[in-house]
């Protein structure tokens, strides 16, 4: 299968997250007018019950090149994830719908270099996958005690596509 990464909005990540940019007016001003504030732009979830919290983590993911063959999806069933890029560089993400507890028809999606995703609790989403150096990003997910991975080696990879 091959599917086309599309440009990210946040009408057609809906779906599976959200999309973090600053654009369009700030929703306030601050430090005496110097700072637009984007309020509130995520969805974190980090369960009620699951004993976890919200932790900042770095990750240094090594860059690919589309046409990108994708093998393994994931999801974290017990919280959110957001991504945030450390440079102004695009980055390919990968999603799919929930299926009976399987990874549905997955969905390919192209940041613009300014944004940054939130992937809802239990959206299956392929792995980290920056396209350009150095691959840096700010992460903002659950830290806890308890498993937060489910992996799924999918049987037919599939190709992204520019």
Not at 45 to 55: H, P, S, V, Y
Not at 83 to 96: E, G
Request: charged fraction near 20%; hydrophobic fraction near 40%.
């Amino acid at each position: 299968m091959q599917i086309r990464a599309e440009p990210l909005t946040p009408v057609a990540f809906a779906p599976f997250g959200d999309v973090l940019a600053a654009t369009g007016a700030p929703d306030k001003l601050i430090n005496a007018g110097l700072c637009g504030r984007f309020h509130d732009r995520a969805q974190l979830d980090f369960g009620d019950d699951t004993g976890g919290r919200a932790g900042i983590s770095i990750f240094k993911a090594v860059p690919r090149a589309l046409p990108y063959r994708c093998d393994l999806l994931e999801r974290h069933p017990e919280g959110s994830q957001a991504f945030l890029p450390m440079t102004a560089d695009p980055f390919l993400v990968i999603v799919a719908p929930d299926e009976n507890g399987q990874p549905g028809t997955p969905r390919a999606f192209l940041t613009n270099g300014a944004q940054g995703i939130n992937l809802h609790r239990g959206t299956w989403h392929g792995v980290l996958t920056p396209l350009a150096e150095p691959g840096l990003f700010a992460v903002i997910d659950r830290i806890g005690a308890t498993p937060n991975l489910e992996e799924v080696h999918l049987p037919a990879p599939f190709t992204v596509t520019a």
